[in-house]
């Protein structure tokens, strides 16, 4: 046991202050409820997640399924076996010790979930990357986490061999292939043949950090935001327990990347919590998902809006009567998606809101709670309220910030300005704006800040106008939420050229294309205007709120 002591004052099992020294002061937390739920009050000083849900769950359902892929499927034994020597390799081959940062890069297949869970039985730090960043995007995760090493799926190899080089802190990567069967030399495939399937896992704080879990902010570059190993079964214990309700039998199936915190919990953790199995794909548009739903006979479904949207249409081709519960995140769920939906399966669909920050869903309602239009009410665990812009309580029927708290919060990686913005009072203030009406349920009005929601990726505006910044024929640029059919939202650049006499819908594509070059594509600005001038203040501050409210008029 280390010498270092968790914010609760256990000992960690961290060898390194790195995660501890970073962790914001705990009088900047939010506050925290364990006790408001049986099965969290009762949650032990020392945990690690991986043994609860892996290692325990395969000596109750070691023969039962756990992963669908393609034509594979992967028992919990065979989870737990890959998972025990890629352990090893992290340990013996790498040199990591608890504490250690590891660098996570997969689409959802089976061999990151097994990297997934190696990471957390050796005590190390997950650091997980969506599959569609680029190396400017990696090298700045890495070098803010602090990252050496890390695995990586081998169809993204280009990427992260130009981020290897460009990285001040990284220094290897060991490459595998979605099912662990292609043995090259050095690769994590070959790696784990001769290893034990047996590990020893290590003993870690159940307030030991376990995730750093990076989200495209407000304010430009992503943030880091910490989670421990009891939160890793909070939410299990939260949303998977009282509102999913899921049975060993139940096959999950669903689009959002297990990189994202929604998807750690909808494709992997809330279904082993439950004994259950989840039928994985690595591009799951939404046709592919309906071919997944009719394949595997899966009953649950996690995507977002968009999806739900564009299913719909084709829903009447695939034989998708297997399905019982549909839960949609990531962005708001416009009534007459929820009313298409109902109409053509006769599923109520969950909706349900979650950060990054405060890991996974925390406002949400199933079966007859559901209230069509309405996000829902806070989940046992979690309480919430509508503040005003001095952090004042309002009336139901106000409009106003959302503010929440409950047994998960944000931890901002070093950053004590964000943290100081998201926790107010002792209440996670989430960004967004929301009613709360006389019978306590909570309903979606907008954003209030910099964040660009599209079919249901978090796109940080920010980001994207310094990227387009380093064109060199941009001179100023503004980014905002534009209405969208389709998508919800879409990006939107207004852009002030250094030449004006040079705008045309070449340069639209050049722009375009540079951003996608950039940072992940999924960013880019779906539509471009030039300007010559922009709204502003007095003091010259651009007011990208009018740009906002510009388009929304537009759309109306």
Request: net charge negative; glycine share 8%.
């Amino acid at each position: 046991m280390s010498e270092l002591k968790t914010p609760s004052g256990i000992p960690s099992a961290h060898v390194d202050d790195f995660s501890l020294s970073k962790l914001p002061p705990q009088d900047q937390w939010p506050e925290m409820d364990w006790q408001s739920v049986p099965e969290l009050a009762a949650y032990p000083e020392r945990m690690n997640c991986a043994v609860e849900l892996l290692d325990k769950q395969a000596a109750i359902h070691g023969d039962r399924p756990v992963i669908h892929f393609e034509d594979a499927v992967w028992t919990y034994n065979d989870l737990l076996d890959k998972a025990n020597r890629i352990a090893h390799v992290l340990v013996d081959d790498m040199g990591v010790k608890p504490g250690h940062r590891v660098l996570l890069r997969a689409p959802n297949n089976p061999m990151y979930v097994a990297a997934w869970f190696a990471v957390m039985k050796v005590g190390a730090v997950g650091v997980a990357t969506m599959p569609l960043l680029r190396a400017r995007e990696l090298v700045y995760i890495t070098e803010r986490a602090d990252v050496e090493v890390g695995f990586c799926d081998d169809h993204l190899k280009e990427e992260m061999e130009i981020t290897l080089e460009r990285s001040k802190t990284l220094k290897r990567i060991i490459y595998f292939s979605n099912l662990g069967s292609k043995s090259e030399d050095g690769n994590l495939d070959a790696l784990i043949a001769d290893k034990p399937g047996t590990y020893d896992n290590i003993d870690t704080a159940a307030d030991d950090v376990c995730l750093i879990a990076f989200t495209s902010g407000t304010t430009g570059p992503a943030k880091g935001c910490m989670h421990f190993h009891r939160d890793i079964l909070a939410i299990c214990d939260t949303f998977g327990r009282y509102v999913l309700k899921p049975a060993k039998e139940d096959i999950f199936c669903g689009s959002p990347p297990i990189a994202f915190t929604f998807g750690l919990g909808a494709m992997v953790t809330f279904a082993m919590h439950a004994g259950a199995s989840t039928a994985l794909c690595e591009a799951p548009a939404p046709e592919t998902l309906l071919g997944l739903i009719q394949k595997h006979k899966a009953t649950i479904c996690f995507t977002a809006p968009t999806a739900f949207r564009a299913m719909v249409d084709k829903i009447s081709y695939y034989e998708t009567d297997s399905l019982q519960q549909c839960v949609s995140a990531g962005e708001t769920l416009p009534l007459p998606t929820f009313q298409a939906w109902e109409n053509a399966t006769g599923i109520r669909i969950i909706d349900g809101i979650g950060s990054t920050e405060m890991l996974h869903i925390f406002i949400s309602a199933a079966g007859d709670d559901i209230q069509p239009g309405a996000t829902g009410k806070p989940i046992p665990g979690f309480a919430g309220k509508i503040i005003d812009d001095d952090g004042n309580d309002v009336p139901p029927g106000t409009v106003g910030r959302l503010a929440v708290r409950g047994p998960t919060g944000c931890r901002y990686l070093d950053n004590p300005e964000r943290q100081a913005a998201y926790v107010q009072n002792g209440w996670n203030v989430t960004g967004d704006t929301y009613m709360m009406d006389e019978n306590g349920n909570f309903w979606f009005q907008a954003r209030n800040d910099d964040m660009i929601i599209s079919a249901g990726y978090n796109i940080s505006g920010p980001e994207v106008e310094a990227t387009l910044m380093d064109h060199p024929k941009v001179a100023e640029c503004a980014v905002v939420a534009a209405p969208d059919p389709n998508r919800g939202f879409i990006v939107k650049a207004f852009v002030m050229l250094r030449d004006p006499s040079e705008a045309s819908v070449d340069l639209v594509k050049q722009l375009q294309d540079f951003v996608k070059a950039e940072i992940a594509p999924y960013k880019y600005p779906r539509a471009i205007d030039f300007v010559e001038d922009m709204p502003r203040t007095e003091t010259g501050k651009l007011q990208r709120f009018k740009l906002r409210e510009q388009e929304a008029a537009k759309a109306h």
